[in-house]
Structure formats: structure tokens, C-alpha cells
């Protein structure tokens, strides 16, 4: 025994189609009806407005921000530059020794493979300064994430004048088990 579906008058459907209309509109405007944003603005996620020619910053979770044209917006609620592309064994980076933007670096063994002649503990060369101190190099241009510092520029002689103190080999020890572990990962 089958069931006979009731079947919808013609202006029940045309209500449906309009409604859905509608809908598609009111998400594809940014969530909020124009009627309801000033004039020189546009909406923003579901009830926010922002400034005509802005970036909405709902996709980061923040539709109560926007950001300025050109811009992007950053899940830490800052606006920035857009992440760089980077070529073959390449990463995106960016070392806090004060004004750095994110850039590329290229993979490093030691500080001989790199134009700044500093290789960090990430294994991707860094400004010099990351390997002058106190900089850090930070991957995906996240300063919230780890950090990682320069290599040694030379090896630690064991037993005699300018052997490091054991602070430093446990950290430079725990730095190459770290990127042994990226690069295992990477694979």
C-alpha cells in the first residue's frame, strides 16, 4: 500500500521559491538585509555592518570586526597582509627581532645555506638576529606558536674552553629532536 503525497498549490510553491529567494539574498549579502546597514555600509555576518569596500571578518569568527580593503583577517582579531606564497621547500615565517613582516625562508642544515648565514633550530634560515639573540623564528607567521631560535654557528668542543653550559646543549638537544619530529612529520 502506498502513501499518496499531497500535492502543493501553485501559490504554496511560488511562497517556497520566493522564500528561498529570499534566504539565498539575505546569506549571500553577508547575514543582515541592507535596508538594515547605513548607506557607505554593507553587512557583515548575520546582524553586523561594516564600511563599504572592508573585509568581513565573520570567517575568522569575528563578524563584529572588519577589516580595512587589501587586508585580511586574523583569527587573533588583528588585520593583516596576506601570507605570502611560498615556492618548493619553502615555509612561511616571521622572526620577532621588532618591524619583521612574514616572508619565505628556504630549508637549511646550517647557516652556510642561507644569505643571512643563520640557520634556525626550525630548520628554515631566519634574519640574523634570530641567531644573534634574542629573536625567535616563528612558522605559519604565528607568534603564538613556538618559537625557535638560531643554530650554533659552531660546534661545542667537549672538555674544553667554550664548551656551553648545560642549559644551552639541553636546549640546542631538544631543539634538533623537535625538528627531527617536523621533519618526520613533513613526510
Known amino acids: 500500500m502506498s502513501k499518496s503525497v499531497p500535492r502543493l498549490s501553485v501559490a504554496r510553491r511560488l511562497w517556497i521559491v520566493a522564500s528561498l529567494g529570499l534566504f539565498v539574498a539575505w546569506v549571500s549579502s553577508g547575514g543582515v ?12 555576518g548575520a546582524a553586523h555592518c561594516m564600511p563599504d569596500g572592508g573585509v568581513c571578518c565573520a570567517s575568522v569568527g569575528h563578524e563584529e570586526l572588519s577589516c ?28 620577532d627581532c621588532g618591524g619583521d613582516t612574514c616572508g619565505c625562508s628556504a630549508a637549511c642544515r646550517s647557516g652556510k645555506d642561507c644569505a643571512s648565514g643563520c640557520c634556525s633550530t ?6 640574523a638576529c634570530v641567531c644573534n639573540q634574542p629573536g625567535q623564528l616563528y612558522l605559519n607567521c604565528a607568534k603564538s606558536g613556538l618559537g625557535f631560535a638560531g643554530l650554533a654557528k659552531s660546534g661545542c668542543s667537549v672538555g674544553g674552553a667554550g664548551v656551553a653550559d648545560g642549559g644551552e646543549v639541553l636546549l640546542l638537544v631538544a631543539s634538533l629532536m ?3 619530529i ?4 613533513l613526510r
Open 122 to 127: 626550525a630548520g628554515f634560515c631566519a634574519p
Open 182 to 185: 617536523r621533519r618526520r612529520r
Open 68 to 95: 580595512p580593503g587589501g587586508t585580511v583577517c586574523k583569527a587573533d582579531t588583528t588585520c593583516g597582509t596576506a601570507d605570502p606564497v611560498c615556492g618548493a621547500g619553502q615555509t612561511v615565517t616571521l622572526a
Open 178 to 180: 623537535l625538528l627531527a
Open 33 to 44: 538585509a541592507s535596508a538594515q546597514c547605513g548607506p557607505g555600509t554593507s553587512g557583515c
